[in-house]
């Protein structure tokens, strides 16, 4: 009788752990699809909120006086979220002109073409427009003729003044909304072949050329541009030309230098400020300004305390397309703390309708791989969405 019983309380017991066992298994099954069914709408969510972010991050160029001339822009504004666009008269990979601009009434059309495929925000418009020998919207084509800032410079604050305002006019008026000026350089070097010798520093004087800066900055925002001081942390004292090649001024270089960007943070507000493809060891002997963290996050953001956007000089000139990868250039722009990176689509590397999807996908493995994280990336385009927000 006893051994009855002990069979039949090892039967029960087995009998009850294999319901148990069941009931567990349909519990964790059931909690597995639960979770799946919660997570997926928050991971995909997620995922669009990343892709959007990216896109805000990307300054692009493309080639077309219209829209419809360059079909795969409807795509990278409305499908990957591009944020801003730049704009160019010459097109470098052919050697033509009118590239965007050939005249007011076409650039006036073009830039409201541009911002119907983006009705939600607005879309940042950019343009370098300095005056004298770096001018887009040239006096040949129907725009105003604006000197150059050292000539008006020279000329006192009155003019300085009457050729900022005429510039900001000139862009309002064809809905170009960020300008890439003034031009923060000292004029170390007058021989400096993209600087000095183009008269694009306003002075030698560190003071004058936060003075000129300051008045540039006022009259672009009083007239809906924003501005973007330039080229940080100086490329006045340089010899050579970054558009062909990697150009070091760690011996030419003087801390002065940065001093226009410490006056017009301590007193104005800098909305942006665009960073040079210049090697200074005197900072970091590793990487050009704008792929080095030490300048950028060290220098920029720490030391000086700026908190705007910050800007690449385009990623298709020479310093960079010569001597880095494309992913390398990517990781390490992001890496040292910029917002907004330039990818022109107009050096001598030819153009590339794709240059968009291909750089989304890059940022995305690399959030994938935890090379960088989506905080990182949310962070830069929280600051261009706030830029933004002072055009409306």
């Given at each position: 009788?006893?051994?009855?019983?002990?069979?039949?309380h090892?039967?029960?017991?087995?009998?009850?752990?294999?319901?148990?066992?069941?009931?567990?298994?349909?519990?964790?099954?059931?909690?597995?699809?639960?979770?799946?069914?919660?997570?997926?709408?928050?991971?995909?969510?997620?995922d669009?909120?990343?892709?959007?972010?990216?896109?805000?991050?990307?300054?692009?160029?493309?080639?077309?006086?219209?829209?419809?001339?360059s079909?795969?822009?409807?795509?990278d504004?409305?499908?990957?979220?591009?944020?801003?666009?730049?704009?160019?008269?010459?097109?470098?990979?052919?050697?033509?002109?009118?590239?965007?601009?050939?005249?007011?009434?076409?650039?006036?059309?073009?830039?409201?073409?541009?911002?119907?495929?983006?009705?939600?925000?607005?879309?940042?418009?950019?343009?370098?427009?300095?005056?004298?020998?770096?001018?887009?919207?040239?006096?040949?084509?129907?725009?105003?003729?604006?000197?150059?800032?050292?000539?008006?410079a020279?000329?006192?604050?009155d003019?300085?003044?009457h050729y900022?305002?005429?510039?900001?006019q000139?862009?309002?008026?064809?809905?170009?909304?960020?300008n890439?000026?003034?031009?923060?350089?000292?004029?170390?070097?007058?021989?400096?072949?993209?600087?000095?010798?183009?008269?694009?520093?306003?002075?030698?004087?560190?003071?004058?050329?936060?003075?000129?800066?300051?008045?540039?900055?006022?009259?672009?925002g009083?007239?809906?541009?924003?501005g973007?001081?330039?080229h940080?942390p100086g490329?006045g004292?340089?010899s050579?030309?970054?558009?062909?090649?990697l150009?070091?001024?760690?011996?030419?270089w003087?801390?002065?230098?940065?001093?226009?960007?410490?006056?017009?943070?301590?007193?104005e507000?800098?909305?942006?400020?665009?960073?040079?493809?210049v090697i200074?060891?005197?900072i970091?002997?590793?990487?050009?300004a704008?792929?080095?963290?030490?300048t950028?996050?060290?220098?920029?953001?720490?030391q000086?305390?700026?908190?705007?956007?910050i800007?690449?000089d385009?990623?298709a000139?020479?310093?960079?397309?010569?001597?880095?990868?494309?992913?390398?250039?990517?990781?390490?722009?992001i890496?040292?703390?910029?917002?907004?990176?330039?990818?022109?689509?107009?050096?001598?590397n030819?153009?590339?309708?794709?240059?968009?999807?291909?750089?989304?996908?890059?940022i995305l493995r690399?959030?994938?791989?935890?090379?960088l994280?989506?905080?990182?990336?949310?962070?830069?385009?929280?600051?261009?969405?706030?830029?933004?927000?002072?055009?409306k």
């Amino acid at each position: 009788m006893m051994r009855h019983h002990a069979v039949w309380h090892e039967f029960n017991s087995y009998f009850c752990s294999m319901i148990c066992r069941r009931f567990s298994l349909k519990c964790s099954l059931l909690s597995f699809f639960l979770m799946l069914f919660v997570a997926s709408p928050l991971v995909a969510q997620d995922d669009e909120q990343l892709r959007r972010d990216i896109g805000e991050m990307l300054l692009v160029g493309f080639r077309g006086q219209s829209v419809d001339a360059s079909p795969h822009l409807r795509r990278d504004i409305q499908q990957y979220h591009v944020g801003a666009v730049i704009l160019f008269e010459y097109d470098a990979p052919s050697g033509t002109r009118h590239r965007n601009i050939a005249s007011p009434a076409q650039l006036r059309s073009l830039c409201q073409q541009l911002q119907q495929l983006s009705p939600s925000e607005p879309l940042l418009i950019g343009i370098d427009q300095e005056g004298g020998k770096v001018c887009r919207m040239r006096a040949v084509d129907g725009f105003p003729r604006i000197a150059s800032p050292r000539q008006t410079a020279l000329g006192g604050p009155d003019s300085v003044r009457h050729y900022a305002r005429l510039t900001a006019q000139m862009l309002q008026r064809a809905g170009v909304n960020f300008n890439y000026a003034p031009v923060a350089d000292v004029n170390v070097n007058p021989a400096c072949p993209v600087i000095g010798k183009l008269e694009r520093s306003f002075s030698s004087d560190t003071d004058e050329v936060a003075s000129c800066c300051r008045i540039w900055l006022q009259e672009l925002g009083r007239h809906g541009v924003i501005g973007c001081l330039k080229h940080f942390p100086g490329h006045g004292s340089a010899s050579a030309d970054t558009h062909k090649g990697l150009v070091d001024v760690s011996r030419t270089w003087q801390p002065y230098e940065l001093a226009p960007y410490r006056i017009l943070m301590a007193h104005e507000q800098v909305p942006a400020v665009m960073v040079a493809h210049v090697i200074n060891s005197r900072i970091d002997s590793l990487w050009p300004a704008s792929l080095s963290q030490a300048t950028v996050t060290g220098l920029l953001r720490n030391q000086m305390g700026f908190d705007g956007v910050i800007v690449t000089d385009d990623l298709a000139m020479g310093a960079i397309i010569h001597h880095y990868d494309f992913e390398t250039v990517i990781f390490q722009a992001i890496h040292a703390g910029s917002d907004l990176l330039c990818l022109s689509n107009n050096g001598t590397n030819g153009y590339n309708p794709d240059i968009v999807p291909q750089t989304v996908d890059i940022i995305l493995r690399l959030v994938a791989d935890g090379r960088l994280s989506a905080d990182r990336i949310h962070e830069s385009a929280e600051r261009v969405r706030k830029l933004k927000k002072t055009l409306k």
